[in-house]
């Protein structure tokens, strides 16, 4: 799935949240008080908005969680190499795949491996 903090969705949401949350009762206000069906749906334009945006919120908290996760988690792996099934090994910086056992380092990508840095895919 693409990440709404990478994709245009982020600003379409979060415009349509504030439209909802502020716009439209702000508008439904300039309206003679008397019209009670427009003030019910103002509060629930208001009351839909405010929730758009308090879920927004969470789910972006909760992708740059998984955004610190994934760049710690690379960092700490790059100069490894990853054991694969046909006793070959993967760098995790480059992905070059032509890593033997004793190579100290990649012949592509020049990554020094750290000392019995080695990791099993499985
Ligand atoms: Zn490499």
Request: a positive charge; one cysteine or more.
């Amino acid at each position: 799935m693409k990440k709404i903090n990478s994709n245009g969705y982020g600003g379409k949401v979060i415009g349509a949240g504030l439209t909802l949350s502020f716009v439209i009762p702000m508008l439904s206000s300039l309206v003679p008080k008397n019209w009670t069906e427009l003030l019910w749906l103002s509060k629930i334009s208001f009351i839909t908005g405010i929730a758009v945006l308090v879920l927004f919120s969470i789910w972006l908290m909760i992708e740059f969680k998984q955004d610190k996760f994934w760049n710690r988690h690379y960092k700490d792996n790059v100069s490894i190499k990853l054991s694969l099934p046909e006793g070959i090994y993967e760098c995790q910086s480059c992905g070059n795949r032509q890593i033997k056992k004793n190579d100290k380092s990649c012949n592509i990508c020049g990554i020094k491996f750290k000392e019995g840095g080695e990791l099993n895919a499985e």
